[in-house]
């Protein structure tokens, strides 16, 4: 009954959202209708971005994506803040990871007691686009993963603890799962990804309710050196069996795929025996970008990892330990690309003006606005305009500011008509962009005084000077008979 009356309440004050059987609040936008540069890259801090710019947003593509990790021990607000502004300048969508903390021969296991650290982290920052993409943990079908044990029942719990209170703080986060090592056995350090989909399962049905999305780690295996035209597990279609396994379990949901890592390893121009020269991988890239990665569920593929300079994960690295770029980067770099065109919030609002008490009626004036970007999106003086709001009673005529970006104050300059007759009149007007409304209504005042040719100002002149003088006369007189 609580949690009815609960699901009521949310209807009732966020009517356009939807609520699944669980009760779990979906609003996310799916990056699948819009326009979506699939394209990305994966890279473990933000001293890679520029390069990861120049690699996905290249050959007529933009706004292509980063998946990045965050541990607990790194949630500075500041910081985070300071890359997300980058990314969005960059075009760049960021997919975060979340992670503990690394110990000596596994990572931390997390706790369902310290969820709420990570909310009021993430909910701190002003995000790039309207969809918040957070990644919950990573392989969990591998001990080193979770503390040192496998525990499918203890990761849906926290996937789901995690999902309910991001939610909570915020429908525009976009869950996704972690990805799994689909060609793990079971064994004593791993367990097979399907039995450890299933014990999920058994120990929380409705786990699919919670996310919106699908992580897969579609390594062309054996060794990450497999063909780039194998099929099945443990290829780069792994996502594909993934998604047909999920469905012979029951799953029905629509789950945009998010591969976040694959690629195969490499000689490192010779330095490791036996594997395959960077100069060849040109050909398998561009042969899975063409054949198994064109599959219109994916909305992002970021290869592991950009740079990489000290082993275990340097023969995965796009960047060579002297920081020049292998062929391969270059040869993804050219590859046709689209520009993405992924859901931003735009919004704003006008705190103040300043403006001359007495205007003259049927001329011109100016008005100063300050004004705030709330929302996501950088303004540029070509996109930003001024519309009416209702009960306007002056013209706009020039509207002109700086660029603002997201979270920073400016300048606007509004140009206006005065009415022709004199009197108090009320300016009402909206920020819009691109012609849409993004502002609340603000409301200034003008007065307005009539204007008075020389002739006229002569004549009205001499009326008072005749009229002070009459007052005076009438008064002296007044005081000599009384």
């Not at 063909?227 to 279609?237: F, P, T």
């Not at 996109?383 to 920073?408: C, R, T, Y």
């Amino acid at each position: 009954m609580k949690a009815l009356i609960l699901s009521i309440f949310i209807l009732l004050i966020f009517p356009r959202l939807t609520v699944g059987r669980a009760g779990m609040i979906h609003a996310v936008e799916d990056p699948l209708v819009v326009p979506n540069n699939k394209f990305g890259i994966h890279i473990i801090d933000e001293n890679d971005l520029e390069d990861a710019r120049k690699l996905v947003n290249s050959t007529g593509g933009d706004w292509g994506y980063t998946t990045i990790v965050i541990r607990e021990d790194e949630r500075d607000a500041a910081r985070w803040q300071n890359v997300f502004d980058k990314m969005r300048e960059m075009h760049l969508i960021p997919i975060v990871r979340l992670a503990t903390i690394q110990q000596v021969d596994s990572w931390q296991k997390p706790s369902l007691e310290n969820t709420g650290d990570w909310v009021r982290f993430l909910n701190s920052l002003n995000w790039v686009i309207k969809n918040r993409y957070i990644i919950v943990g990573n392989e969990p079908n591998h001990a080193k993963e979770w503390g040192g044990a496998i525990n499918p029942k203890e990761y849906a719990e926290y996937l789901k603890k995690v999902s309910e209170d991001l939610k909570l703080a915020s429908p525009d986060f976009f869950i996704l799962p972690a990805g799994f090592d689909a060609s793990a056995p079971n064994s004593r350090e791993t367990m097979n990804e399907e039995v450890f989909i299933q014990r999920m399962l058994e120990a929380q049905p409705l786990i699919f309710n919670y996310i919106d999305g699908w992580t897969s780690h579609s390594y062309p295996n054996p060794g990450f050196s497999g063909s780039e035209l194998a099929s099945g597990k443990g290829s780069l279609l792994t996502f594909d069996w993934e998604l047909s396994y999920l469905k012979s379990l029951g799953i029905e949901k629509k789950l945009p795929v998010f591969i976040t890592e694959t690629g195969w390893v490499h000689s490192m121009d010779g330095e490791i025996q036996k594997l395959i020269s960077p100069q060849s991988l040109g050909s398998k890239f561009k042969t899975a970008f063409e054949l198994p990665w064109s599959d219109q569920r994916i909305a992002a593929i970021t290869p592991f990892i950009l740079s990489y300079k000290a082993e275990p994960f340097s023969p995965f690295s796009w960047i060579k330990k002297d920081g020049g770029l292998y062929d391969f980067y270059y040869d993804v770099q050219n590859l046709p690309k689209i520009k993405g065109e992924p859901v931003q919030i735009n919004s704003g609002q006008i705190l103040t003006s300043a403006i001359a008490p007495i205007v003259d009626a049927g001329t011109y004036f100016h008005v100063l606005l300050t004004l705030e970007n709330t929302g996501q999106i950088i303004w540029l003086p070509e996109e930003i305009s001024l519309v009416a709001g209702d009960g306007n009673e002056i013209a706009i005529d020039q509207f002109m500011s700086a660029e603002i970006k997201p979270g920073e104050r400016g300048i606007g300059l509004l140009r206006g008509l005065a009415p022709n007759l004199p009197g108090s009149y009320s300016g009402r007007v909206r920020l819009a962009s691109r012609g849409q409304p993004i502002s609340p209504e603000f409301e200034f005042q003008i007065k307005t005084v009539q204007v008075l040719t020389a002739d006229e100002a002569l004549v009205n002149m001499f009326t008072n000077i005749r009229d002070s003088i009459r007052a005076k006369v009438g008064s002296i007189w007044y005081n000599l008979t009384h």
